[in-house]
């Protein structure tokens, strides 16, 4: 009787524990995009006056990062929560919980922005340095932007380090698109901090998490200089089209087709031991 009742269970907290990333990252994205839902139809509320004016505070709040230059301090450090956010921060760019979103085509990520890098802020999504300019772009400006290597329940920005050069990621805030193209991809150590300049003539986005994944001694810098929209499109129409011609295309098996497979797997496994039990049952009259 003990056999009967182990088996079947060791393989359900076996299912279980297969299970548990996938569907706990499933769960995480549909939160995300609720997130960005609650943003678009914030958004969708305000004039174009409102807007306009969160754009400028968002404008002067950069300047003033310009001109007080900050020391950054690693965003995963005991000390990564902002130690000198400054004054009305939390209300800037604050529509519908987050500040926009981030979406990066070649690892499909589309994750919400949040303010500061506490580590409730990184559990969720996206983390955005306070003491760095404010993701609306403009001359002048370097936003960082960070998010954790991977969570149990979230992949987050588990695949960053396959983003390459030249490829384009995308600031969606205020109404806008804003196109980034990769130009520079570093590993630094956590204490260097120094790569967060500012170039009067240039409009930077830096994407920050661990290296290497699971171990965490580094950091991964992913920079992106903004291009105009028509020069990504090209770009983006261009990549498909290589990708079209070459035989090497082969998509790798789902999440959901594994799910799928295990739950498939557990209930052929009941359906053998109810049979069994039945038979023994038949056996026994």
Same mark, same amino acid.
């Given at each position: ?109 589309? +994750? =919400? !922005?949040?303010?500061?890098? *506490?580590?409730?802020? #990184?559990?969720?999504?996206? /983390?955005?340095? %306070?003491?760095?300019? +404010? =993701? !609306?772009?403009?001359?002048? *400006?370097?936003?960082? #932007?960070?998010?954790?290597? /991977?969570?149990? %329940? ?132």
């Amino acid at each position: 009787m003990i056999k009967k009742v182990i088996i079947p269970l060791i393989f359900i907290i076996g299912l279980a524990v297969f299970s548990y990333p996938i569907i706990g990252n499933w769960m995480s994205t549909q939160a995300h995009h609720t997130a960005i839902q609650k943003h678009e139809a914030a958004l969708e509320q305000m004039t174009d006056d409102e807007k306009n004016n969160l754009r400028e505070q968002a404008a002067t709040y950069n300047e003033k990062i310009n001109e007080t230059a900050t020391p950054l301090t690693d965003p995963f450090s005991d000390q990564g929560e902002d130690q000198t956010v400054a004054s009305g921060y939390f209300n800037m760019l604050n529509v519908g919980e987050s500040m926009g979103s981030l979406e990066i085509p070649s690892i499909d990520v589309n +994750l =919400p !922005i949040y303010h500061g890098v *506490s580590n409730d802020v #990184l559990e969720q999504g996206i /983390g955005h340095m %306070s003491n760095s300019s +404010l =993701p !609306i772009g403009g001359d002048g *400006s370097h936003a960082a #932007l960070t998010a954790h290597r /991977g969570l149990p %329940s979230a992949k987050l920005f588990r695949d960053l380090d396959k983003v390459g050069e030249n490829e384009h990621f995308y600031i969606h805030t205020l109404d806008e698109t804003l196109a980034y193209k990769v130009d520079d991809i570093q590993v630094v150590l956590p204490s260097e901090t120094n790569w967060l300049e500012m170039e009067e003539d240039e409009d930077y986005v830096t994407l920050i998490t661990c290296e290497p994944y699971m171990i965490n001694t580094h950091r991964l810098l992913v920079r992106g200089k903004r291009v105009p929209m028509e020069e990504q499109v090209a770009s983006f129409a261009s990549d498909q089209s290589t990708d079209i011609g070459s035989s090497s295309n082969a998509q790798p098996i789902s999440e959901w087709s594994l799910v799928i497979i295990g739950v498939i797997a557990l209930v052929l496994i009941i359906l053998f031991f109810t049979y069994r039990k039945r038979k023994r049952l038949k056996e026994g009259l």
